[in-house]
């Protein structure tokens, strides 16, 4: 089991940055892939970044390469989602992913199996 708190979201403008960090907790939290998922109104879940149990390994969307930079603190069971040059059509809710027994999380949402609850995220122009 593992269980995911999501904290960092908020209004920036254009442009402007945001941190956001994800604390798992559970027994296979420190061994399990992690990443990050978006969910705009009206619009399905989409992949945004991926980070392997191990953290030597990266994913990210093409929308959001070169802007956003995903890490993992395994001491501190945290991962973190940093967004720099943030753009209006970043805005949506932010959900943290963890999936156990596998290098790195699904690209379909639908085969992760762990979540936390979302944080909003709002660039305005």
């Known amino acids: 089991q593992v269980q995911l708190v999501e904290s960092g979201g908020g209004l920036v403008q254009a442009g402007g940055s945001l941190r956001l960090s994800c604390a798992a907790s559970?027994?296979?939290?420190?061994?399990?892939?992690m990443g990050w998922f978006r969910q705009a109104p009206g619009k399905e879940r989409e992949f945004v970044a991926a980070i392997s149990w191990s953290g030597d390994a990266t994913y990210y969307a093409d929308s959001v390469k070169g802007r956003f930079t995903i890490s993992r603190d395994n001491a501190k069971n945290t991962v973190y989602l940093q967004m720099n040059s943030l753009k209006p059509e970043d805005t949506a809710i932010y959900y943290c992913?963890?999936?156990?027994?596998?290098?790195?999380?699904?690209?379909?949402?639908?085969?992760?199996?762990?979540w936390g609850q979302g944080t909003q995220v709002t660039v305005s122009s």
């Open positions: 992913a963890a999936r156990t027994g596998y290098y790195r999380i699904s690209y379909d949402p639908r085969q992760n199996g762990y």
């Open positions: 559970g027994r296979s939290s420190s061994s399990s892939a």
